[in-house]
Protein backbone atom coordinates (compact mmCIF):
# COMPACT_ATOMS: atom_id res chain seq x y z
CA UNK A 1 0.00 0.00 0.00
CA UNK A 2 0.96 3.11 -1.03
CA UNK A 3 0.43 6.01 2.21
CA UNK A 4 0.45 9.57 0.32
CA UNK A 5 0.52 12.60 2.46
CA UNK A 6 -0.78 16.26 0.40
CA UNK A 7 0.09 18.74 2.14
CA UNK A 8 0.58 22.55 1.75
CA UNK A 9 2.80 25.30 3.32
CA UNK A 10 -0.11 27.67 3.72
CA UNK A 11 -4.14 27.03 2.76
CA UNK A 12 -5.63 28.25 -0.09
CA UNK A 13 -3.47 26.46 -2.92
CA UNK A 14 -6.02 24.11 -3.54
CA UNK A 15 -4.67 21.10 -1.75
CA UNK A 16 -7.82 19.38 -0.95
CA UNK A 17 -9.90 20.00 -4.40
CA UNK A 18 -6.91 18.06 -5.88
CA UNK A 19 -6.78 15.20 -3.22
CA UNK A 20 -10.19 14.41 -3.72
CA UNK A 21 -9.68 14.71 -7.83
CA UNK A 22 -7.02 12.75 -7.69
CA UNK A 23 -8.24 10.09 -5.32
CA UNK A 24 -10.90 9.52 -7.81
CA UNK A 25 -8.93 9.32 -10.77
CA UNK A 26 -7.00 6.45 -8.63
CA UNK A 27 -10.37 4.29 -8.84
CA UNK A 28 -11.04 4.72 -12.18
CA UNK A 29 -7.77 3.14 -12.76
CA UNK A 30 -9.03 0.56 -10.89
CA UNK A 31 -7.05 1.34 -7.50
CA UNK A 32 -8.22 0.55 -3.94
CA UNK A 33 -8.25 3.98 -2.40
CA UNK A 34 -9.36 5.50 1.00
CA UNK A 35 -9.35 9.45 1.63
CA UNK A 36 -8.96 11.01 5.14
CA UNK A 37 -9.38 14.37 5.61
CA UNK A 38 -7.27 14.92 8.28
CA UNK A 39 -7.28 19.17 8.15
CA UNK A 40 -7.90 18.58 11.76
CA UNK A 41 -10.54 21.86 12.52
CA UNK A 42 -10.86 22.37 9.27
CA UNK A 43 -12.50 20.02 7.20
CA UNK A 44 -14.00 20.43 4.05
CA UNK A 45 -13.60 16.92 2.00
CA UNK A 46 -17.46 16.20 2.63
CA UNK A 47 -17.84 19.74 0.64
CA UNK A 48 -15.70 18.82 -2.00
CA UNK A 49 -17.21 15.39 -2.35
CA UNK A 50 -20.99 16.26 -2.31
CA UNK A 51 -21.44 13.67 0.73
CA UNK A 52 -22.97 14.08 4.08
CA UNK A 53 -21.05 11.50 6.45
CA UNK A 54 -23.64 10.81 9.09
CA UNK A 55 -20.85 10.22 11.61
CA UNK A 56 -17.21 11.80 11.45
CA UNK A 57 -13.47 11.30 13.31
CA UNK A 58 -15.17 13.04 16.11
CA UNK A 59 -17.68 10.42 16.47
CA UNK A 60 -15.39 7.94 17.11
CA UNK A 61 -13.11 9.81 18.98
CA UNK A 62 -16.19 10.49 21.18
CA UNK A 63 -17.12 6.47 21.11
CA UNK A 64 -20.29 7.34 19.59
CA UNK A 65 -19.25 5.13 16.10
CA UNK A 66 -16.65 3.04 15.24
CA UNK A 67 -14.04 3.62 12.73
CA UNK A 68 -16.22 1.68 9.81
CA UNK A 69 -19.29 3.61 10.66
CA UNK A 70 -18.06 6.69 9.67
CA UNK A 71 -16.56 5.28 6.34
CA UNK A 72 -18.57 6.79 3.26
CA UNK A 73 -18.28 4.63 0.24
CA UNK A 74 -17.65 7.25 -2.96
CA UNK A 75 -17.73 4.33 -5.39
CA UNK A 76 -16.91 0.72 -4.76
CA UNK A 77 -12.83 1.59 -5.27
CA UNK A 78 -13.17 4.74 -3.42
CA UNK A 79 -13.69 5.05 0.30
CA UNK A 80 -14.18 8.51 2.61
CA UNK A 81 -12.93 8.78 5.92
CA UNK A 82 -14.50 12.18 7.27
CA UNK A 83 -12.66 14.39 9.41
CA UNK A 84 -14.18 17.69 11.57
CA UNK A 85 -14.97 21.02 11.47
CA UNK A 86 -14.78 23.02 13.81
CA UNK A 87 -13.58 23.76 17.78
CA UNK A 88 -14.31 20.20 19.41
CA UNK A 89 -11.93 18.10 17.87
CA UNK A 90 -8.88 20.55 18.60
CA UNK A 91 -9.71 19.38 22.18
CA UNK A 92 -8.36 15.97 21.53
CA UNK A 93 -4.76 15.34 21.82
CA UNK A 94 -2.99 14.63 18.75
CA UNK A 95 -1.66 11.70 19.55
CA UNK A 96 -5.14 10.55 20.47
CA UNK A 97 -6.24 11.03 16.86
CA UNK A 98 -3.46 9.57 15.21
CA UNK A 99 -4.22 6.38 17.09
CA UNK A 100 -7.73 6.28 16.11
CA UNK A 101 -6.98 6.85 12.90
CA UNK A 102 -4.33 4.34 12.31
CA UNK A 103 -6.11 1.73 14.43
CA UNK A 104 -9.05 2.02 12.37
CA UNK A 105 -7.06 2.00 8.60
CA UNK A 106 -6.40 -1.60 10.14
CA UNK A 107 -9.62 -2.89 9.95
CA UNK A 108 -9.86 -1.83 5.89
CA UNK A 109 -8.05 -4.43 4.45
CA UNK A 110 -6.29 -4.27 1.64
CA UNK A 111 -6.01 -0.60 0.02
CA UNK A 112 -3.61 0.18 -3.05
CA UNK A 113 -3.56 4.06 -1.77
CA UNK A 114 -3.97 6.00 1.40
CA UNK A 115 -4.38 9.50 0.53
CA UNK A 116 -4.17 12.04 3.35
CA UNK A 117 -5.32 16.01 2.93
CA UNK A 118 -3.59 17.17 5.44
CA UNK A 119 -3.66 20.81 7.21
CA UNK A 120 -1.47 23.34 6.49
CA UNK A 121 1.34 24.46 7.76
CA UNK A 122 4.10 21.82 9.82
CA UNK A 123 1.65 21.44 13.11
CA UNK A 124 2.61 17.99 14.71
CA UNK A 125 -0.72 16.18 12.92
CA UNK A 126 1.43 16.82 9.69
CA UNK A 127 4.74 15.92 10.47
CA UNK A 128 3.71 12.83 11.88
CA UNK A 129 1.99 11.47 8.56
CA UNK A 130 5.08 12.97 6.46
CA UNK A 131 7.12 10.66 8.73
CA UNK A 132 4.50 7.85 8.57
CA UNK A 133 3.86 8.12 4.89
CA UNK A 134 5.69 5.93 1.82
CA UNK A 135 5.38 9.58 0.14
CA UNK A 136 4.42 13.17 0.04
CA UNK A 137 3.31 15.88 -2.11
CA UNK A 138 3.63 18.89 -1.40
CA UNK A 139 0.88 21.86 -3.15
CA UNK A 140 1.63 25.13 -3.88
CA UNK A 141 0.45 28.04 -6.37
CA UNK A 142 2.49 31.06 -8.02
CA UNK A 143 1.95 33.73 -5.19
CA UNK A 144 5.67 34.45 -3.85
CA UNK A 145 4.38 33.75 0.12
CA UNK A 146 2.89 29.76 -1.02
CA UNK A 147 5.86 28.90 -2.97
CA UNK A 148 8.22 30.78 0.15
CA UNK A 149 6.19 28.40 2.84
CA UNK A 150 6.41 24.88 0.30
CA UNK A 151 10.01 25.78 0.70
CA UNK A 152 9.93 25.07 4.22
CA UNK A 153 7.69 22.40 3.89
CA UNK A 154 10.00 20.82 0.98
CA UNK A 155 12.78 21.98 3.61
CA UNK A 156 10.91 19.46 6.74
CA UNK A 157 10.34 16.78 4.44
CA UNK A 158 14.15 16.37 3.62
CA UNK A 159 14.56 15.58 7.10
CA UNK A 160 12.30 12.57 6.98
CA UNK A 161 12.08 11.49 3.32
CA UNK A 162 14.87 11.38 0.29
CA UNK A 163 12.34 12.96 -2.13
CA UNK A 164 8.89 14.72 -2.19
CA UNK A 165 6.60 15.56 -5.04
CA UNK A 166 5.61 18.82 -6.15
CA UNK A 167 2.35 19.55 -7.63
CA UNK A 168 1.69 23.32 -9.15
CA UNK A 169 -1.70 24.83 -8.60
CA UNK A 170 -3.90 27.96 -9.98
CA UNK A 171 -1.05 28.32 -12.59
CA UNK A 172 -1.20 30.82 -16.11
CA UNK A 173 0.43 27.89 -17.86
CA UNK A 174 2.45 25.32 -18.25
CA UNK A 175 5.53 27.34 -18.49
CA UNK A 176 4.64 29.13 -15.60
CA UNK A 177 4.69 26.14 -13.56
CA UNK A 178 7.89 24.59 -14.74
CA UNK A 179 9.70 27.74 -14.00
CA UNK A 180 8.64 27.64 -10.02
CA UNK A 181 9.47 24.19 -9.98
CA UNK A 182 12.75 24.40 -11.42
CA UNK A 183 13.35 27.43 -8.67
CA UNK A 184 12.54 25.35 -6.20
CA UNK A 185 14.98 22.53 -7.15
CA UNK A 186 17.76 25.26 -7.36
CA UNK A 187 16.92 26.36 -4.35
CA UNK A 188 16.57 22.98 -2.70
CA UNK A 189 19.96 21.55 -4.75
CA UNK A 190 22.14 24.35 -3.02
CA UNK A 191 20.63 24.79 0.64
CA UNK A 192 19.21 21.15 1.03
CA UNK A 193 21.86 18.66 -1.47
CA UNK A 194 21.95 16.98 -4.17
CA UNK A 195 20.61 13.70 -2.66
CA UNK A 196 17.51 15.26 -1.68
CA UNK A 197 15.14 15.25 -5.21
CA UNK A 198 11.59 17.22 -6.12
CA UNK A 199 10.07 14.91 -8.24
CA UNK A 200 7.66 17.56 -10.44
CA UNK A 201 4.22 15.75 -11.10
CA UNK A 202 2.57 18.60 -13.29
CA UNK A 203 0.33 21.75 -12.63
CA UNK A 204 -3.21 22.43 -12.63
CA UNK A 205 -4.49 25.70 -14.36
CA UNK A 206 -6.60 28.50 -12.80
CA UNK A 207 -10.36 27.48 -14.77
CA UNK A 208 -13.07 28.88 -14.14
CA UNK A 209 -14.82 25.47 -14.88
CA UNK A 210 -12.85 24.20 -11.43
CA UNK A 211 -14.57 26.93 -9.56
CA UNK A 212 -17.66 26.47 -11.06
CA UNK A 213 -17.27 22.75 -10.08
CA UNK A 214 -16.41 23.08 -6.55
CA UNK A 215 -19.52 25.52 -6.01
CA UNK A 216 -21.35 22.97 -7.27
CA UNK A 217 -19.88 20.06 -5.24
CA UNK A 218 -18.80 18.11 -8.08
CA UNK A 219 -15.31 16.41 -9.12
CA UNK A 220 -14.13 18.36 -12.39
CA UNK A 221 -12.38 14.88 -13.17
CA UNK A 222 -15.99 12.87 -13.00
CA UNK A 223 -18.56 15.34 -14.11
CA UNK A 224 -16.15 17.03 -17.22
CA UNK A 225 -13.73 14.30 -17.47
CA UNK A 226 -12.74 15.73 -20.87
CA UNK A 227 -11.99 18.89 -19.94
CA UNK A 228 -8.43 20.65 -19.70
CA UNK A 229 -8.27 20.49 -15.87
CA UNK A 230 -9.42 16.99 -15.65
CA UNK A 231 -7.33 15.77 -18.28
CA UNK A 232 -4.59 17.92 -15.94
CA UNK A 233 -5.34 15.97 -13.04
CA UNK A 234 -5.24 12.67 -14.93
CA UNK A 235 -1.41 13.30 -16.18
CA UNK A 236 -0.60 14.17 -12.35
CA UNK A 237 -2.36 11.25 -11.30
CA UNK A 238 -0.93 8.89 -14.34
CA UNK A 239 2.45 10.19 -12.78
CA UNK A 240 2.04 8.65 -9.73
CA UNK A 241 1.01 5.70 -10.39
CA UNK A 242 4.14 5.34 -13.49
CA UNK A 243 1.03 5.11 -15.90
CA UNK A 244 -0.12 2.00 -15.12
CA UNK A 245 -3.74 0.81 -13.91
CA UNK A 246 -4.57 -1.81 -11.08
CA UNK A 247 -4.54 -4.79 -13.26
CA UNK A 248 -0.80 -3.37 -15.10
CA UNK A 249 -2.07 -1.93 -18.33
CA UNK A 250 -0.70 1.08 -20.06
CA UNK A 251 -3.01 4.36 -19.00
CA UNK A 252 -2.95 6.08 -22.52
CA UNK A 253 -1.84 9.79 -22.46
CA UNK A 254 -4.35 12.29 -24.29
CA UNK A 255 -2.92 13.37 -27.81
CA UNK A 256 -1.48 16.76 -27.80
CA UNK A 257 -3.91 17.83 -31.03
CA UNK A 258 -6.72 16.85 -28.44
CA UNK A 259 -5.61 19.08 -25.74
CA UNK A 260 -4.80 21.33 -28.64
CA UNK A 261 -8.89 21.71 -30.25
CA UNK A 262 -9.88 21.81 -26.35
CA UNK A 263 -7.79 25.25 -25.89
CA UNK A 264 -9.05 26.85 -29.17
CA UNK A 265 -12.91 25.60 -28.41
CA UNK A 266 -12.46 27.19 -24.96
CA UNK A 267 -13.57 24.08 -23.39
CA UNK A 268 -10.99 24.23 -20.12
Known sequence: MKFITITSGKGGVGKSLLAA?????????????????????????????????????????????????AIVEINKNFLFIPGESGEEILEYKNSEILKSFYEGVEELGELDYLIIDTGAGIGETVRSFI??????????????????????????????????FLILNYVRNKDEAIEIAERLKKVSKKHIGEQFKIEYLGYLERSRLVEESTKKRELVVKNHASSIPALQIADITKKLTNSLTKDGEHIKDTPNVAIFFKRLFQQS
Open 131 to 164: KASTDTVVVTMPDPSAVMDAYSMIKYTAKEKDEV
Open 21 to 69: NISYMLSQYGYKVALFDADVGLANQDIILGVNPKYTLLDVLKGNASFKD
